[in-house]
């Protein structure tokens, strides 16, 4: 007995390295990420104040949460309310997650030619047909789950907008429901079986 305490105090634990380069990596990725939607947000905002009439460009880019709150002194029934501010929400939310959905079809776009490119100086034979089957799912799913973020994000904002004071209510429900509609969107696409 006394051999296997002998044993076990002379072991010596092994030392855990810890690898902090691949969060590293994913964190700078998504530092990039997220500027690049900022970035494209403001240069969407730019092309809508030149291009778009004046009209259509102050709907694009109101403020949304004091918007809100203008709606709400107004004293209007509550299911006028709640349309109101989800309209007023997804057109003010639109060119935010169109700059989302051009970064994230962007990058997809930019790894499906590396990846070709790639495949042909390795002299590998790559599918085209079938990495184009890819890129388009990809896009899909991209947009797909875009377009549920931004419609639950205007219904959320019409709800917590109700629920909660206007101007924080608004933007804890636009908050809530751009999480929860890409989630829900894939539980529904999951259910009937179906690849997002």
């Known amino acids: 007995m006394e051999d296997d305490d002998d044993d076990f105090l002379q072991e010596i634990p092994e030392e855990k390295h810890l690898d902090l380069v691949d969060p590293f990596k994913k964190s700078v990725k998504q530092i990039v990420r997220e500027t ?3 970035t494209t947000r ?9 291009y778009v009439s004046q009209r259509m460009a102050w709907k694009l880019l109101k403020d949304v949460p004091k918007s809100a709150t203008r709606k709400a002194a107004r004293g209007m029934p509550t299911l006028t309310y709640i349309f109101c501010v989800s309209r007023t929400t997804f057109r003010g939310h639109f060119l935010g997650v169109l700059a989302s959905w051009v970064v994230q079809v962007g990058t997809d776009i930019y790894r499906f030619f590396t990846s070709i490119s790639k495949s042909k100086q390795d002299s590998d034979t790559v599918d085209t047909a ?11 799913g991209a947009t797909v789950r875009c377009g549920a973020s931004l419609v639950f994000a205007s219904i ?8 909660v004071r206007p101007s924080a209510g608004q933007w804890i429900g636009c908050a809530i429901g751009d999480l929860a509609g890409p989630v829900i969107v894939a539980f529904c696409f999951e259910k009937l079986h179906t690849d997002l």
């Open 36 to 38: 690049s939607v900022v």
């Open 130 to 140: 079938e990495q184009l089957q890819i890129l388009g799912n990809k896009v899909y």
């Open 156 to 163: 959320g904002a019409g709800i917590g907008a109700t629920l």
């Open 42 to 50: 403001r240069i969407l905002e730019r092309l809508a104040v030149h």
